[in-house]
Each structure stands twice: as structure tokens, then as C-alpha cells.
């Protein structure tokens, strides 16, 4: 008996640290692109870095690359590489898309409060995005992006430096658009500054 506990007292000592396993963490925020093909995940608030994410396992980094601008969380395997928190995700499973568009949140949608002024406040919070989807009419005319899968609004648009008719020509088409984003409720709105057909239809995603 006496002989197994040094044993173990022994084995204790020469396994290293770095053999026990990474702690697993979620983390959510909003996916974001860096030089390289490096993909990070921002706070949803101030967009800082919160983690940097790396593909493990069947997952291809490249899967990566669908989630760009939308609001997720991700689970994995948290490591340190020089000095900075890496997640490593080892399949879509460890992915969930929380919202087609990621803004910043202004500090009113937390407290409940109105700021003083309300089109000041959310020009600071103004983030500039690129955005696929639909693009669909209400009355108004009030132009709007849906999402691709499920169709649900996902951006207001307004068109910056050109008529909201210019928007008729690209009804029901599959665009990206690109322009600042605002954070409003229910749904966010962008000034439109460019606008790019895709395709001429837009059927649901299967």
C-alpha cells in the first residue's frame, strides 16, 4: 500500500501540466475576419476581441466563413497561443446562429433607458457591414433585407445619396448590401451606400 502511494506521488511529478485537457467554453459574439483568414469572435457591445477561433477535428476554417457579421455562439476547447485565447470548434454542432446581423448594443437596450439624444447615440453606435439576404417591399414604401433561411427581417434600408425608388429594381433578388449599420428595435437599419445583385431570385435556403 505504502509502495502505491509513493508510485502515484511520483507519476504526479512527472506528468507535465500541459497533459491535462483545455478547459471547454461558450463564448457569444459577433464573428468577425482577420488578415490570414484568422477568424475572431467580437463583444457584441464595443466589438473587442474575444476570442480567436481555430478549426479542429472534421471542421474546415473555412466553415468559418458563413457566420461573418452574424451574432453566434461557439463552443470549444479554450488554449493560450501567444498570448492570445484561442477556441478551437471541431464541428458546425459547436456553432449557433443567434442573429442574421451583429451591432453594437447601445447602453439604453440594457437599461431600459432612452438616451438624451436618440440619433446621436446611435451614430456612435454606427458599425459599417456588408450583408446578404433578400430584398423585400413593405408599405411605404419601406424597403427591407430578409434573411435567406427563414425570411425574417433582418435590416431596415435606407439608401444614402440616391432615391429609396432605386431600391424597385433589385425587389426579390438575392444582394449584398453594404453601409453603416444602426442598432434600432425590433430590427436594425443600415444606410444603404452600395447595393450588388447576387442572383435574380431568392428562394429559401434547404
Same mark, same amino acid.
Given at each position: 500500500?505504502?509502495?502505491?502511494? *509513493?508510485?502515484?506521488? %511520483?507519476?504526479?511529478?512527472?506528468?507535465?501540466?500541459?497533459? /491535462?485537457?483545455?478547459? =471547454?467554453? =461558450?463564448?457569444?459574439?459577433?464573428?468577425?475576419?482577420? #488578415?490570414? #483568414?484568422?477568424?475572431?469572435?467580437? $463583444?457584441? @457591445?464595443?466589438?473587442?476581441?474575444?476570442?480567436?477561433? /481555430?478549426?479542429?477535428?472534421? %471542421? $474546415? =476554417?473555412?466553415?468559418? /466563413?458563413?457566420?461573418?457579421?452574424?451574432?453566434?455562439?461557439?463552443?470549444?476547447?479554450? @488554449?493560450?497561443?501567444?498570448? *492570445?485565447?484561442?477556441? @478551437?470548434? $471541431?464541428?458546425?454542432?459547436?456553432?449557433?446562429?443567434?442573429?442574421?446581423v451583429c451591432v453594437p448594443h447601445p447602453e439604453n437596450m440594457i437599461s431600459g433607458k432612452e438616451p438624451r439624444d436618440a440619433t446621436d447615440h446611435r451614430k456612435t453606435q454606427a458599425s459599417t457591414r456588408s450583408v446578404t439576404g433578400c430584398l423585400d417591399e413593405d408599405p411605404g414604401p419601406q424597403y427591407l433585407l430578409r434573411g435567406e433561411r427563414e425570411l425574417k427581417p433582418i435590416l431596415m434600408l435606407d439608401p444614402k445619396g440616391y432615391p429609396v425608388q432605386a431600391f424597385a429594381k433589385h425587389l426579390g433578388k438575392r444582394v449584398e448590401v453594404t453601409g453603416k449599420v444602426f442598432a434600432e428595435e425590433p430590427v436594425p437599419r443600415m444606410e444603404v451606400g452600395s447595393i450588388t445583385d447576387l442572383s435574380d431570385s431568392c428562394a429559401r435556403d434547404r
Amino acid at each position: 500500500m505504502l509502495l502505491a502511494v *509513493h508510485y502515484l506521488a %511520483f507519476a504526479a511529478l512527472i506528468i507535465p501540466a500541459s497533459a /491535462a485537457a483545455p478547459p =471547454n467554453a =461558450n463564448f457569444t459574439g459577433c464573428l468577425d475576419e482577420e #488578415a490570414g #483568414a484568422r477568424y475572431v469572435l467580437r $463583444d457584441s @457591445r464595443e466589438l473587442r476581441p474575444l476570442v480567436w477561433l /481555430a478549426a479542429g477535428g472534421s %471542421f $474546415d =476554417n473555412q466553415s468559418f /466563413a458563413k457566420y461573418l457579421g452574424s451574432r453566434i455562439t461557439v463552443r470549444g476547447d479554450v @488554449r493560450t497561443e501567444s498570448g *492570445h485565447k484561442v477556441l @478551437r470548434v $471541431d464541428g458546425p454542432g459547436d456553432i449557433t446562429r443567434v442573429s442574421e446581423v451583429c451591432v453594437p448594443h447601445p447602453e439604453n437596450m440594457i437599461s431600459g433607458k432612452e438616451p438624451r439624444d436618440a440619433t446621436d447615440h446611435r451614430k456612435t453606435q454606427a458599425s459599417t457591414r456588408s450583408v446578404t439576404g433578400c430584398l423585400d417591399e413593405d408599405p411605404g414604401p419601406q424597403y427591407l433585407l430578409r434573411g435567406e433561411r427563414e425570411l425574417k427581417p433582418i435590416l431596415m434600408l435606407d439608401p444614402k445619396g440616391y432615391p429609396v425608388q432605386a431600391f424597385a429594381k433589385h425587389l426579390g433578388k438575392r444582394v449584398e448590401v453594404t453601409g453603416k449599420v444602426f442598432a434600432e428595435e425590433p430590427v436594425p437599419r443600415m444606410e444603404v451606400g452600395s447595393i450588388t445583385d447576387l442572383s435574380d431570385s431568392c428562394a429559401r435556403d434547404r
